[in-house]
């Protein structure tokens, strides 16, 4: 493989050229301290895997310091002497990774020169004894000791060799008329060779796991156009440029351009998005690709689709089952023996082991990744097994029949295993919250810690778009197959006409009463919302302006259900819908496997009036509200929570016009802040953390403690540990723990300043005097104001409402409420005296805008007025 190009640069310059890295590594150098490797090795750490670097060091630069970069994913270091390289030698870092700084090459990744010219004697003589050593594994470096022009650069690929050229000479823009820079695809294109009459380059396309997509062809303006765009642009021999998905929404992100070994195809990987890369709407042009690749798109399908109570579904949702999946699974991989066995063996534990990735938003790519980072290791670890599991093989070879012990649950029907009797061992591990002290802290660090986890949703559109669009298209017919193919519930109708018949809302009378409860507070602190009268204001005499609300007329609820029981949110969005006086009320709710919903659901619809339960869920329930079908009635305005699906759903027909439907706000995992000073209760500082912390692995909670001493901090971790251990949803509890934080900061000034930066869906104020430091909350979805003020009680029944924004947009939404149902209209009314006030101004300030017929609306009106007189 040649690389035609070899960008220098310093480090404080890689973040400028991103471009380049898609034709070849990025040389980062020369260093000359130690803080150089300190900044170079972060920045390579959290690249690793997106882009090569390669590094030049001088000789100021200690050996540990070159393994330190080595070890976090440098693919080769350019020596600055012999001395340099052989002590990398004598510790055992391979030839492979050592560039040399002269002429002796042996065992060694290439030959590093200096040269006046591109066909120096010396590079010349090296390059017809370096390169063809029949290995392919050594390689020519140029730098050239004045900026070279494009023929000399191209003399040096012609040698072959990679010239070394700093970034500030460069540039992606081949039209480039700029004598001073050079341009990379020309420089790339100058390897590559073809006998075609066109001039067109064999191009093979292959995802990041090396699958082939298809095979196009690439011209050089082509290879500029997908360099300078980061994407698959190729050349179509009838079209001219293709821009790949342009039409389609099937858009590629070009990640790296590479040659074949004599430099005649062209090899791009890319990311694909949408279907696939065929126009058939396959994966690729060869048909659909399978192994890990399929297995991967599958699992990230099932993680939103798999109906409740399915196997996969369990997996996601219960820890325990998947720990002890992945345990049984690589001990029956240890205890095979034949070929087939193995191959058995390691099939189903990558299963699992995928399950639990595509549960943490981990993809193949990032596994791949680590197992790069890993091979480029050189300091390696003993290699030593812990004991435990060293006396659980000794153990297993003394009675290799004997079972894993595991409990069985019947789900549909059939055996499953559930969870081992034996914990995993972090099962019973410390559940504590990380400590950050603000006062020891930058600006810089503060904002990284304070940032909430990130939500990879890169394909969540690619799922959700086609279910919005056959829905959209196909209406009812679409609805019914997802609800049979999501919920498995056959149904004959997807929607429930009121009124609602009496057996599919019978209770108990204690939820009955909780609900009529919960119903009423909610009631009337949104009815307390009203506006009394319509606003009048006269701006001037004869000119009254009036502001006044409007119910929207059709709103859409969605109510997260299938096996969950969710009466609170049905309450949270239908209650303020009824006060606001909307006309026609829809809820959207998954139904169970039999087709009916939970009862305390349908008795909140029956209870706010609701005309109609569309009988679904996902994405699907949202289209079906936003476009109408045969039987939903189309919606105005789509309120609701739901998970990242729902949330993309509703994103995408918000900005689909054709929809015309809004949304009540963008949503993410849910989250709590707790600010609690000396004399708050640790054990209800605790529950008000543990209550949003069993939600999600992606729920996140935060505990400002205000001058807390360790013993009081102490105080605290230990309830939280004690409580969490106590609650089934432990597991679920340790994922969220996991990137949660405590601040410790002095006062309550500095602890409610930091919570306006992280702008909380919940703030809890457990401090003297709470109701004192409202004012100074800024930015929140909901304040719960007091020790006595658990955030429980605003989830179902103090009256204000638990829809609220997450993520960081409380500082930019409010929370659901009787405003969210309703639009407001103005209006004017002059009088003869009030458009002789204004309206020399109106005539004067359409003159200048160029809008006549606007100044002449006045005008003619002024003049008549006139001639009345």
């Known amino acids: 493989m040649v690389f035609p190009l070899l960008p220098l640069l310093a480090p404080s310059a890689i973040a400028s050229a991103p471009e380049l890295s898609v034709i070849g590594h990025i040389l980062i150098g020369p ?36 393994i330190s970069l080595l070890d976090v994913g440098v693919e080769a270091v350019f020596t600055e002497t012999d001395e340099q390289a052989t002590a990398l030698f004598e510790i055992g870092v391979p030839g492979s990774r050592v560039v040399f700084p002269g002429q002796d090459y042996d065992d060694v990744k290439g030959v ?32 050239f000791t004045s900026p070279p022009t494009l023929d000399q650069v191209k003399q040096t690929v012609a040698l072959p060799g990679i010239p070394i050229i700093p970034a ?44 082939a997509l298809g095979l196009v062809y690439s011209s050089e303006e082509s290879i500029a156009e997908a360099i300078k765009s980061r994407a698959g642009v190729y050349q179509s021999r009838k079209r001219g440029l293709w821009f790949k998905g342009a039409t389609s929404g099937a858009v590629q992100t070009l990640v790296r351009l590479e040659l074949d070994c004599d430099g ?19 994966t690729t042009c060869f048909g659909r690709s399978g192994g890990v690749a399929a297995l991967e798109r599958t699992l990230v399908s099932r993680l939103e689709n798999a109906p409740p109570g399915s196997y996969t579904r369990r997996l996601f949702s219960d820890e325990k089952l998947l720990s002890a999946k992945i345990m049984e699974e690589a001990e029956e991989l240890t205890a095979a023996k034949t070929k087939d066995e193995v191959a058995w063996e390691f099939a189903d534990l990558l299963y699992f082991g995928m399950t639990k990735a595509v549960q943490a938003s981990v993809s193949w790519n990032d596994i791949e990744r680590n197992l790069d980072a890993k091979a480029k290791k050189i300091t390696r670890r003993k290699g030593d097994a812990k004991q435990k599991w060293l006396d659980a093989a000794t153990k297993n070879e003394e009675t290799p029949n004997k079972p894993v012990v595991a409990n069985t649950d019947t789900v549909n029907g059939s055996t499953t295993n559930g969870p081992a009797t034996e914990p995993a061992k972090d099962q019973t591990a410390r559940i504590h919250l990380t400590r950050v002290d603000v006062s020891k802290i930058s600006e810089t660090e503060l904002t990284d810690v304070l940032r909430r986890p990130a939500q990879k949703n890169a394909n969540i559109m690619n799922l959700v778009g086609p279910i919005v669009e056959a829905v959209r298209t196909r209406g009812d017919t679409a609805l019914l197959e997802f609800t049979a193919k999501f919920e498995k519930a056959k149904l004959d109708s997807p929607v429930l006409k009121a009124p609602f018949p009496a057996h599919l809302m019978e209770l108990d009378q204690e939820t009955k ?93 029956h209870k706010v009036g609701a005309t109609a339960i569309v009988l679904a869920g996902g994405a699907q329930a949202v289209a079906a509200m936003a476009y109408g079908t045969e039987t939903v009635p189309k919606v105005n305005k789509i309120l609701g929570p739901g998970n990242q699906f729902v949330t993309a759903a509703k994103m995408l027909v918000q900005n689909d016009t054709s929809a015309l439907v809004s949304i009540d706000m963008p949503a993410g995992p849910s989250e709590v802040l707790v600010v609690a000073d000396k004399n708050a209760n640790p054990a209800f500082v605790a529950s008000d953390l543990l209550s949003q912390a069993e939600h999600g692995v992606d ?8 001058d807390l001493n360790d013993d009081e901090l102490q105080a605290i971790e230990d309830e939280v540990h004690d409580q969490a251990m106590r609650l089934p949803r432990v597991d679920i509890v340790r994922g969220a723990i996991a990137h949660s934080r405590t601040f410790q900061v002095k006062t309550v000034e500095e602890a409610l300043a930091l919570s306006n930066k992280y702008a909380p869906e919940h703030l809890i104020l457990q401090l003297d005097n709470a109701s004192e430091y409202v004012d100074l909350v800024q930015h929140a979805g909901s304040v719960f104001v007091g020790a006595w003020s658990p955030e429980s009680c605003g989830d179902y029944s103090s009256g204000t409402n638990h829809t609220l924004p997450t993520y960081g947009y409380a500082t930019v939404y409010s929370g659901v409420n009787t405003h ?6 103005t209006s004017q009314e002059l009088t003869p005296e009030g458009l002789k006030n204004i309206g020399g101004a109106v005539v004067r300030l359409a003159t200048v805008e160029g809008l006549d017929a606007h100044g002449n609306a006045v005008r003619v009106r002024l003049e008549h007025l006139a001639k009345e007189k």
Do not use: W
Not at 31 to 49: C, H, P, R
Not at 518 to 545: I, W, Y
Not at 561 to 584: D, E, F, H, Q, R
């Open 168 to 211: 500030e000479g460069l540039t992606t823009d081949y039209s480039s008329s700029s004598t001073d820079k050079l341009s990379v695809a020309a420089i790339f294109s100058s390897a590559l060779k073809t006998d075609r009459q066109d001039g067109y380059f064999s191009t093979l396309v292959v995802d990041t796991q090396g699958v």
């Open 513 to 605: 009463d909780a609900i009529d409860l919960s119903f009423e507070n909610v009631r009337k602190f949104h009815a307390g919302q009203l506006e009394d009268a319509p606003l009048v204001v006269e701006t001037m005499p004869g000119v009254v302006c009036s502001r006044f609300a409007r119910p929207i007329e059709s709103v859409g609820l969605y109510v997260p259900g299938g096996t969950a029981i969710l009466p609170s949110t049905s309450l949270m969005l239908g209650v303020p819908a009824l006060v606001a006086g909307c006309k026609n009320i829809v809820f959207a709710s998954p139904p169970r496997s039999d087709g009916t919903l939970t009862p305390e659901v349908v008795y909140v619809a």
């Open 31 to 66: 260093l000359l301290t130690s803080e150089d490797v300190a900044i170079t090795q972060s920045y390579i750490s959290k690249n690793f895997g997106l882009v090569e670097f390669s590094v030049q060091v001088t000789s100021a630069i200690e050996i540990d310091d070159i």
């Open 820 to 825: 969210s149902f309703m639009k407001h209209l």
């Open 264 to 282: 005649d195809c062209v090899k791009f990987v890319v990311q694909q998005a949408g279907k696939g890369f065929c126009h058939l709407d396959t």
């Open 699 to 706: 729920s996140q909670v935060i505990l400002i403690a205000v």
């Open 112 to 143: 590093h020169v200096s040269s006046t010219t591109a066909t120096t004697d010396l590079a010349t003589k090296l390059s017809k004894s370096v390169l063809p050593d029949g290995t392919g594994n050594k390689t020519l470096y140029v730098t």
